[in-house]
């Protein structure tokens, strides 16, 4: 086992995020920071996860506890640094083998990295080992102090560095590794005799090296990686930079990215080949899409399941099935529950709720479906509405077979229309109609001849009435 613990520090306050929510939960590409840092630690398969968490502690344990149950959580009340938080991460255990500590706001890092860094430090037999990167920018980040002979001596803060020490651009990743036992020893030790007053774990790398233990600093090729967030300008980049990452993905696996830079996928959506993505899409949380299928220009998919071949045009689709070959929108909205089979239609402006529409079926223009079971090859005619609600309940509508109900249909619901059957347009619909029937629910027509003449005399309509019957 390359990690028998983790310890993941996320008790900040985020002050700079302005929020009323923990700054770790904050989202990026369809995950709180903080789950994108347990998924890279899962990947590790350590034996324990140990969090600190402090400020919104119960919304943090919350997540936890939903995505994560095996993980303990520790409690820190206030703010007395990352050493501080680190001792409370270990107090009370007996704690042996390789100990992995990270900060709970870099979605960046990856798992296959964090393996990486271990394997580094495992292999060289290092007391403590630490990941850094070379930033273009090092403002605010401690920085790595490297000896005459380029080993590492110990990290530096921003706000404790002298003149020189700013113009290292090697800076600390927040990402440490240290055999337990020696941690454990050396943890104690600090003290918070610098400039924020706070206990820094970064003392103990100095502290162990004065005591003639190995450190190594490894360095890190991509410097993203160890991005964190600390406001919402910074959140935005990191979105960003995953979205990019993602779509490079998809692009990789044979998935046609029309404008990678409006295109965004969350990191548990899945993506077949030859699917093709139009600008300003956003494929999210647990979607699936097949082989083939067409997505945008301009479609939001939320957990959706997008069978071979489907198309979705400029449309919203949440919890919904869109069958093989199905096509939908321009303009439509599939709220939970749709579920469209093999070859289906949903037209432009159309609803669809807690519904299935059967195979080759359609619902083409303006129309509103809700609890309803429609059968095979029916067509509903254009603005047609499921009326489902009677003010107090839902009720079900059951649609047959080769129906075909007529345009600006009101079916009020519950009612049920036989295979084969047809509504004449313009009907309410409040009884059955049986299978082949025809149901006409409207007024008889009557014109009222001359009533434009008599009672719009001198109007442009009447005017147009009147030269018509002189041209006879
Ligand atoms: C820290 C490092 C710095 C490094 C940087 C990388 C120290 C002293 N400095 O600085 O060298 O370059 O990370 O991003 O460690 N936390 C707690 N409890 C505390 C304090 C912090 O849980 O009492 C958590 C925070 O929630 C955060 C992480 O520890 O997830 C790092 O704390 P932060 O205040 O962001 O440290 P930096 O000043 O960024
Ligand atoms: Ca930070």
């Known amino acids: 086992m390359a990690v028998e613990t983790v310890i993941i520090l996320a008790a900040g306050e985020g002050t700079r995020m302005k929020s009323n929510t923990a700054k770790v939960l904050h989202r990026v590409a369809g995950r709180p920071l903080l789950g994108h840092v347990l998924a890279a630690v899962e990947h590790l398969q350590p034996k324990e996860i140990r969090i600190v968490v402090g400020s919104g502690r119960q919304s943090v344990e919350e997540y936890i506890s939903e995505v994560l149950p095996s993980a303990t959580t520790i409690f820190q009340e206030k703010r007395g640094g990352t050493g501080h938080a680190t001792q409370l991460a270990l107090a ?5 083998g390789t100990v ?14 964090l393996a990486a860094f271990l394997q580094v430090h495992n292999s060289g037999n290092f007391t403590a080992s630490v990941l850094t990167a070379e930033h273009p920018d090092p403002t605010g980040y401690g920085r790595i102090v490297r000896t005459a002979s380029d080993e590492l001596s110990h990290i530096v803060e921003e706000r404790d560095a002298t ?7 090697e800076v600390n990743s927040g990402v440490y590794a240290f055999d337990g036992a020696k941690l ?3 943890i104690g030790k600090i003290t918070d005799a610098n400039a924020q007053g706070e206990l820094y774990l970064t003392d103990v790398i100095g502290i162990l090296k004065r ?3 190995s450190t190594a600093a490894v360095l890190l090729e991509d410097f993203t990686e160890i991005l964190g967030v600390n406001d919402r300008i910074q959140l935005a980049e990191s979105a960003a930079l995953l979205r990019d990452r993602i779509n490079e993905h998809w692009m990789r696996e044979g998935v046609t990215i029309i404008d990678p830079t409006t295109t965004w996928i969350d990191v548990t959506a899945q993506l077949g080949r030859d699917v093709t993505v139009h600008p300003g899409s956003s494929i999210l949380g647990t979607t699936t899409i097949a082989t083939g299928a067409v997505i945008g220009p301009r479609t ?3 957990d959706c399941d997008v069978k071979e071949g489907a198309a979705v045009l400029e449309s919203i689709a949440i919890e919904s099935v869109i069958g093989e070959g199905a ?3 321009p303009f439509s909205y599939l709220r939970s529950g749709t579920f469209l089979d093999e070859g289906a239609k949903a037209g432009a402006f159309v609803e669809i709720k807690n519904s299935s529409v059967g195979r080759a079926s359609k619902v083409p223009h303006l129309s509103y479906v809700g609890d309803a079971t429609i059968g095979e090859g029916t067509n509903i005619g254009a603005a047609t ?10 009720h079900h509508t059951t649609v047959g077979d080769h129906v075909r109900i007529g345009s600006d249909t009101m079916l009020i619901a519950p009612v049920s229309i036989g295979d084969g059957a047809y509504t004449a347009a313009g009907s309410v619909i409040t009884e059955d109609v049986p299978a082949g029937a025809i149901g006409v629910g409207r007024a008889k027509q009557r014109n009222v001849l001359g009533w434009v003449l008599r009672k719009r005399a001198g109007s442009k309509s009447a005017k147009a009435a009147e030269a018509k019957e002189k041209k006879g």
Do not use: H
């Open 92 to 96: 009370g255990n007996d704690i042996r």
């Open 100 to 113: 992995l500590v990270l900060a709970g706001d870099t979605p960046m890092l990856t798992g296959q990295s």
């Open 163 to 169: 003149d020189e020490e700013k113009f290292i651009f």
């Open 184 to 186: 454990m020893n050396s």
């Open 211 to 213: 005591e003639g233990e």
């Open 300 to 302: 939001t998919l939320t």
């Open 327 to 329: 096509t939908v929108g």
């Open 385 to 394: 509405i499921f009326v489902n609600y009677d003010g107090v309940d839902k």
